[in-house]
């Protein structure tokens, strides 16, 4: 099976800088649909356009903005990406623009930005539309101005990056809603590019389940290092709303738990065997409330993740940042302050 490139999800840390770029992000497809988003990152990448990447959580988003930045005259330079929605307004703006020394409690020295790491460079914000409207007009100022302040700082730092976002988000409609700023939007979207979700490329599906069996972190333990035709054409016919993360996940999970070296039906997991399962409504209990079952669902995916809140966001289908306001509303931060590891 020959094999072009592969997409892989984005990382999980909040903030990387990676400033060389020499073995190029790899991507592996056969889809025409993933062929033609590529011809146009060709075509984008050698401008210095913002560009805004569309697409669900786990398509892959950072790792089109990484290809655009190593095809572009500045390949040789940082590329810094931040996570917006994983950080609080004051120190997201910390992160982004650098404080001063004694800009506030704990600032005992100087700190540069990730805008200003990233100079001559690229700046990837991912979840763009998660940002506070107090950090939309400081983000639009600097794309305008060309130049950031430090938080406490009163000189102008004249910066130039360019600017990759995205968001899973329909920022249009955010806009009409009055939550993200129209001139930041028509800012950061001079080119927009569409991450298809992986249902639509599932042509993929067999090339992406081999590179995760044959390079997974488990494959030390000889088993789960190849898969039935039976197996296949079961998670084949699966839609994968976590889309390359989740299967990324499967495939880990299948290393690990499956009975031989060669994964089968009954190795996959119930959901994917029978996605179309009903769920039952007999265990209805009519003194618990909405809030309490959200409660206790968020910190069963938690509990599921060993307290990683990253993953436990992505498998719920919210933001980082919401499942944040939820530990605090149920006071249970704390709790989950540091996930331990399995």
Not at 59 to 86: M, Q, Y
Not at 143 to 154: A, H, M, N, S, T
Not at 323 to 328: C, I, Q, V
Request: net charge neutral.
């Amino acid at each position: 099976m020959s094999t072009d490139n592969i997409i892989l999800p984005s990382s999980q840390s909040n903030t990387q800088i990676n400033p060389t770029s020499s073995q190029g992000t790899l991507i592996i497809y056969k889809s025409e649909v993933m062929g033609q988003l590529l011809k146009m990152v060709e075509r984008v990448a050698t401008s210095d356009a913002s560009v805004l990447v569309l697409g669900e959580s786990g398509t892959g988003k950072e790792l089109i903005a990484r290809a655009i930045h190593e095809k572009s005259r500045r390949t040789g330079k940082p590329f810094v990406a931040i996570n917006c929605g994983a950080l609080r307004e004051s120190l997201l703006e910390s992160e982004l623009f650098g404080h001063e020394k004694g800009a506030f409690t704990g600032a005992y020295t100087k700190k540069l930005g990730l805008a200003e790491s990233a100079n001559g460079g690229t700046l990837f914000l991912d979840e763009i539309g998660e940002l506070s409207p107090g950090i939309q007009a400081k983000l639009l100022r600097f794309l305008q101005e060309g130049e950031i302040y430090r938080v406490g700082g009163k000189d102008p730092i004249q910066v130039d990056v360019r600017i990759i976002s995205a968001t899973n988000r329909e920022l249009e409609a955010e806009v009409m809603k009055g939550n993200f700023r129209e001139d930041l939007y028509y800012r950061i979207n001079t080119i927009t590019a569409h991450m298809p979700p992986l249902r639509r490329r599932k042509e993929d599906v067999p090339m992406l389940i081999q590179y995760f069996l044959d390079r997974g972190q488990h494959k030390h333990l000889n088993r789960g290092r190849a898969i039935s035709e039976d197996a296949l054409k079961v998670m084949l016919k699966y839609d994968w709303p976590g889309n390359i993360r989740e299967l990324q996940n499967v495939c880990e999970r299948l290393q690990i738990l499956s009975e031989g070296h060669t994964i089968m039906p009954g190795d996959l997991p119930e959901n994917i065997r029978n996605p179309d399962q009903k769920i039952l409504f007999d265990d209805y209990d009519p003194s618990l409330t909405l809030y309490e079952l959200e409660r206790r669902y968020i910190l069963k995916a938690l509990s599921y993740f060993d307290g990683n809140k990253t993953r436990a966001a992505q498998a719920l289908g919210i933001t980082i940042k919401t499942l944040y306001n939820k530990l605090h509303e149920y006071g249970e931060f704390d709790n989950f302050a540091v996930h331990q590891k399995p």
